[in-house]
């Protein structure tokens, strides 16, 4: 009772903030992503009779406490689906350079989803397996399409309708992502908590609710119609005002450092001098910029001229779930 798979990491280009059911990963609000061809994770899940708990590997390191707790919970969820109560070994190998700002959970619930739903016999499609990943990391959901994908809030208090979809595929439009590194610390303010703290005492998050469907109206918009402008300036507009609620909450919190605001300086300078290059922020001071294919090396070049930028890592659309052989 064994399997592999492996999963990519993704990017949000309309953000997920805030969530209406933590327990579950319900989010506030529909999200909008490019799944990602350099970062992955790969994973393999073993359900065996003669374990007494589970095993979870990190890495090639044996990880126990909480983190491992929180895979055999998720474990819970596929025993009980499938009605057999076999303990696991996990081996997850993380080809995510988390200092970059790419959060590996994302990859992670999403390879174990795959693996571990196959290894013990359970045949969910696209869909089902995209419900299960979000229950381990909310955007794990999207990390089962490849290219760009849409992350659907739902409506229903248990979560069913709460899944992503594919809205392009990885071949559909060959965009480029570089991640500019500036800093690797761990940051003060986690995900969960500055999404609570801004739901909960931001007087801004009502306005960047009221505002998100037409953002997600223009994004899909965009992609379809390969419109690159259209996408970089909703894209970009979208990640400043996520920002912006932080701000307002109680208390302020700013992920950004001087640092930050240097790179975001940089790209417009760029489109000021003909260069189509739009940048986005996750909960943390790194920067994503997405350029098309044809400019990335002039991106590249100018955003490596700056002192604080420690690396840059540049990225494609990438696949979905696939799985391996041992």
């Not at 390879?111 to 990943?133: H, N, P, V, Y």
């Not at 920002?243 to 109680?250: D, S």
Request: hydrophobic share 40%; proline share 2%; net charge negative.
């Amino acid at each position: 009772m064994k399997a592999i798979a492996k999963a990519h990491t993704n990017i949000a280009l309309i953000k997920y903030w805030g969530k209406r059911n933590e327990q579950l990963f319900l989010p506030m609000n529909n999200s909008i992503s490019i799944t990602l061809d350099r970062f992955y994770t790969t994973t393999s899940v073993s359900f065996q009779e003669d374990l007494s708990s589970d095993r979870f590997l990190l890495d090639g390191e044996e990880v126990g406490g909480k983190e491992r707790q929180k895979i055999s919970s998720f474990l819970d969820l596929i025993r009980n689906t499938a009605n057999k109560q076999y303990f696991a070994v996990i081996d997850s190998v993380n080809q995510v350079p988390t200092a970059a700002g790419f959060a590996s959970s994302a990859s992670g619930f999403a390879a174990l989803a795959a693996a571990a739903t196959k290894a013990i016999g359970l045949d969910l499609d696209d869909t089902g397996l995209s419900r299960l990943a979000r229950q381990g990391s909310g955007s794990a959901c999207r990390s089962i399409y490849g290219g760009f994908v849409e992350w659907n809030k739902g409506e229903r208090a248990d979560g069913v309708d709460s899944f992503a979809t594919q809205i392009l595929d990885e071949n559909g439009w060959n965009v480029s992502v570089l991640s500019i590194m500036v800093e690797a610390k761990q940051k003060k303010v986690l995900s969960r908590e500055g999404m609570r703290r801004t739901v909960e005492t931001s007087p801004f998050y009502s306005g960047w609710l009221e505002s998100l469907e037409t953002d997600l109206v223009g994004t899909r918009e965009a992609i379809q119609r390969r419109d690159f402008e259209q996408l970089g300036m909703i894209l970009e507009h979208n990640a400043l005002k996520m920002h912006a609620t932080t701000l307002g909450a109680n208390p302020p919190f700013l992920y950004w450092t001087n640092a930050t605001v240097e790179v975001m300086q940089r790209v417009q300078e760029l489109r000021e001098v003909g260069v189509e290059a739009y940048f986005t922020i996750d909960a943390g001071p790194n920067v994503k910029v997405i350029c098309q294919l044809k400019d990335e090396q002039k991106v590249k070049e100018g955003l490596q001229s700056l002192n604080c930028v420690q690396d840059i890592f540049l990225c494609h659309p990438g696949p979905g779930i696939s799985y391996l052989t041992t």
